[in-house]
Protein backbone atom coordinates (compact mmCIF):
# COMPACT_ATOMS: atom_id res chain seq x y z
CA UNK A 1 0.00 0.00 0.00
CA UNK A 2 1.33 3.04 -1.14
CA UNK A 3 1.47 5.61 1.63
CA UNK A 4 0.92 9.51 1.55
CA UNK A 5 2.51 12.50 3.74
CA UNK A 6 0.64 15.81 4.79
CA UNK A 7 2.02 18.54 5.41
CA UNK A 8 2.00 19.67 9.19
CA UNK A 9 1.67 23.47 9.40
CA UNK A 10 0.49 26.02 12.05
CA UNK A 11 -2.16 28.37 12.75
CA UNK A 12 -0.68 30.96 10.23
CA UNK A 13 -0.04 28.04 7.91
CA UNK A 14 3.67 27.90 8.00
CA UNK A 15 4.89 24.44 7.47
CA UNK A 16 6.48 22.49 10.65
CA UNK A 17 6.80 19.34 8.90
CA UNK A 18 5.06 16.18 7.75
CA UNK A 19 3.72 12.88 8.57
CA UNK A 20 1.79 10.04 7.01
CA UNK A 21 -1.88 11.04 5.91
CA UNK A 22 -3.67 8.59 8.18
CA UNK A 23 -1.08 9.46 11.30
CA UNK A 24 -2.58 13.12 11.35
CA UNK A 25 -5.69 12.09 10.65
CA UNK A 26 -5.57 9.64 13.93
CA UNK A 27 -3.96 12.17 15.66
CA UNK A 28 -6.37 15.35 14.93
CA UNK A 29 -3.27 17.45 13.61
CA UNK A 30 -3.36 20.55 11.56
CA UNK A 31 -2.29 20.00 8.26
CA UNK A 32 -2.56 21.69 5.01
CA UNK A 33 -5.49 20.72 2.59
CA UNK A 34 -7.63 22.59 -0.19
CA UNK A 35 -11.63 22.54 -1.45
CA UNK A 36 -12.51 23.39 -4.96
CA UNK A 37 -15.58 24.78 -5.58
CA UNK A 38 -16.74 24.21 -9.13
CA UNK A 39 -19.92 26.55 -10.80
CA UNK A 40 -21.48 26.32 -14.16
CA UNK A 41 -22.58 29.49 -16.02
CA UNK A 42 -25.47 29.38 -14.21
CA UNK A 43 -24.36 29.90 -11.00
CA UNK A 44 -24.95 26.36 -10.06
CA UNK A 45 -22.66 24.47 -7.54
CA UNK A 46 -21.13 20.93 -8.65
CA UNK A 47 -21.33 18.40 -5.97
CA UNK A 48 -19.45 15.19 -5.66
CA UNK A 49 -20.68 12.12 -3.82
CA UNK A 50 -17.95 10.63 -2.33
CA UNK A 51 -17.03 6.66 -3.53
CA UNK A 52 -18.20 4.02 -0.93
CA UNK A 53 -14.73 2.82 -0.44
CA UNK A 54 -13.87 6.51 0.62
CA UNK A 55 -11.80 6.06 4.57
CA UNK A 56 -14.49 8.56 5.50
CA UNK A 57 -17.43 10.56 4.45
CA UNK A 58 -18.19 7.48 2.19
CA UNK A 59 -21.54 8.34 0.34
CA UNK A 60 -21.15 11.73 1.60
CA UNK A 61 -22.10 14.98 -0.42
CA UNK A 62 -19.56 17.29 -1.00
CA UNK A 63 -18.01 19.93 -2.81
CA UNK A 64 -16.10 19.30 -6.84
CA UNK A 65 -13.05 17.72 -4.95
CA UNK A 66 -10.58 18.15 -1.99
CA UNK A 67 -7.73 16.76 -0.66
CA UNK A 68 -4.03 17.51 0.61
CA UNK A 69 -1.01 18.83 -1.25
CA UNK A 70 2.07 16.66 -1.21
CA UNK A 71 5.23 17.70 0.76
CA UNK A 72 7.12 20.19 -1.77
CA UNK A 73 3.88 21.05 -3.83
CA UNK A 74 2.23 23.94 -4.37
CA UNK A 75 -1.68 24.10 -3.15
CA UNK A 76 -3.02 25.52 -5.97
CA UNK A 77 -1.27 22.67 -8.08
CA UNK A 78 -2.47 20.35 -6.28
CA UNK A 79 -5.93 21.62 -6.59
CA UNK A 80 -5.55 21.20 -10.49
CA UNK A 81 -4.34 17.97 -10.00
CA UNK A 82 -6.92 16.26 -7.68
CA UNK A 83 -9.65 17.92 -9.97
CA UNK A 84 -8.48 15.73 -13.27
CA UNK A 85 -8.00 12.40 -11.20
CA UNK A 86 -11.45 12.76 -9.22
CA UNK A 87 -13.27 14.17 -12.04
CA UNK A 88 -11.37 14.18 -15.30
CA UNK A 89 -11.02 17.88 -16.21
CA UNK A 90 -8.51 20.85 -15.53
CA UNK A 91 -10.18 23.99 -15.46
CA UNK A 92 -8.76 27.99 -14.53
CA UNK A 93 -8.91 27.89 -10.05
CA UNK A 94 -8.29 31.09 -8.35
CA UNK A 95 -7.79 30.67 -4.10
CA UNK A 96 -10.81 32.95 -2.11
CA UNK A 97 -10.45 32.20 1.28
CA UNK A 98 -8.91 29.77 3.98
CA UNK A 99 -10.23 29.00 7.02
CA UNK A 100 -9.35 26.00 10.04
CA UNK A 101 -11.43 23.63 11.04
CA UNK A 102 -11.49 20.59 13.54
CA UNK A 103 -13.86 17.78 13.13
CA UNK A 104 -14.37 14.39 14.40
CA UNK A 105 -15.28 11.57 11.66
CA UNK A 106 -15.92 8.04 11.89
CA UNK A 107 -13.15 5.54 11.98
CA UNK A 108 -11.97 7.44 14.83
CA UNK A 109 -10.25 9.63 12.83
CA UNK A 110 -10.39 14.17 12.96
CA UNK A 111 -10.26 16.07 10.27
CA UNK A 112 -7.97 19.36 11.56
CA UNK A 113 -7.02 21.24 8.47
CA UNK A 114 -6.32 24.67 7.06
CA UNK A 115 -8.40 24.25 4.40
CA UNK A 116 -7.63 26.48 1.15
CA UNK A 117 -10.55 26.91 -0.83
CA UNK A 118 -10.54 27.57 -4.41
CA UNK A 119 -13.29 28.59 -6.82
CA UNK A 120 -13.53 28.04 -11.21
CA UNK A 121 -16.05 27.26 -13.56
CA UNK A 122 -16.31 24.70 -15.78
CA UNK A 123 -19.57 23.41 -18.31
CA UNK A 124 -18.18 20.61 -20.45
CA UNK A 125 -18.73 16.22 -19.59
CA UNK A 126 -17.35 15.53 -16.52
CA UNK A 127 -15.55 11.58 -16.42
CA UNK A 128 -15.38 11.10 -12.82
CA UNK A 129 -12.84 8.17 -11.42
CA UNK A 130 -15.47 5.69 -9.55
CA UNK A 131 -12.64 4.87 -7.18
CA UNK A 132 -13.18 8.43 -6.22
CA UNK A 133 -16.54 9.63 -6.71
CA UNK A 134 -19.83 7.87 -6.72
CA UNK A 135 -22.15 10.85 -8.64
CA UNK A 136 -21.86 14.18 -9.27
CA UNK A 137 -24.76 16.99 -9.66
CA UNK A 138 -24.72 20.33 -10.27
CA UNK A 139 -27.50 22.15 -7.87
CA UNK A 140 -28.56 25.86 -7.00
CA UNK A 141 -27.09 27.57 -4.29
CA UNK A 142 -30.56 27.93 -3.16
CA UNK A 143 -31.42 24.12 -3.14
CA UNK A 144 -28.08 23.21 -1.08
CA UNK A 145 -28.72 25.35 2.02
CA UNK A 146 -32.24 24.01 2.03
CA UNK A 147 -30.85 20.34 1.98
CA UNK A 148 -28.42 21.14 4.16
CA UNK A 149 -30.76 22.78 6.59
CA UNK A 150 -32.96 19.18 6.32
CA UNK A 151 -30.38 16.55 5.69
CA UNK A 152 -26.99 17.95 7.59
CA UNK A 153 -25.57 14.18 8.40
CA UNK A 154 -25.74 13.56 4.48
CA UNK A 155 -22.75 16.11 3.86
CA UNK A 156 -19.19 16.20 4.85
CA UNK A 157 -18.46 18.55 7.83
CA UNK A 158 -15.83 20.86 5.48
CA UNK A 159 -18.64 21.20 3.00
CA UNK A 160 -21.10 22.41 6.12
CA UNK A 161 -18.59 24.70 7.11
CA UNK A 162 -17.55 26.36 3.68
CA UNK A 163 -20.82 26.46 2.26
CA UNK A 164 -21.98 29.75 3.97
CA UNK A 165 -18.77 31.54 3.13
CA UNK A 166 -18.84 30.53 -0.76
CA UNK A 167 -22.99 31.27 -0.67
CA UNK A 168 -21.55 35.18 0.18
CA UNK A 169 -18.42 35.41 -1.77
CA UNK A 170 -20.92 34.34 -4.98
CA UNK A 171 -23.73 36.77 -3.67
CA UNK A 172 -20.83 39.51 -2.82
CA UNK A 173 -19.03 38.89 -5.90
CA UNK A 174 -21.84 38.30 -8.77
CA UNK A 175 -25.03 39.62 -7.03
CA UNK A 176 -27.67 36.69 -7.94
CA UNK A 177 -26.95 37.38 -11.54
CA UNK A 178 -26.71 34.82 -14.58
CA UNK A 179 -22.81 35.51 -15.59
CA UNK A 180 -20.21 34.19 -17.57
CA UNK A 181 -17.30 33.63 -14.71
CA UNK A 182 -13.76 34.11 -16.20
CA UNK A 183 -11.14 32.54 -13.79
CA UNK A 184 -7.63 32.62 -15.00
Given at each position: ?ITQEV?L????D????TM?KM?A???G ?5 F ?9 RML ?11 A?L ?6 S???P?E?T?N ?10 G????I ?7 Y ?5 N??I?H ?10 E?E?L???A????V??R ?5 K ?5 N ?6 WF???F???E??W?E ?9 QF?
Amino acid sequence: MITQEVILVNEKDEEIGTMEKMEAHRKGLLHRAFSVFIFDKQGRMLLQQRALNKYHGALLWTNACCSHPYPGEKTHNAAERRLAEELGFVTGIQEIFSFIYRADVENNLIEHEYDHVFAGEYENEILYNEAEVAKVDYRKLTDIKKDIEINPSQYTSWFKLAFPRIEKWWKEKYNNVTVNIQFE
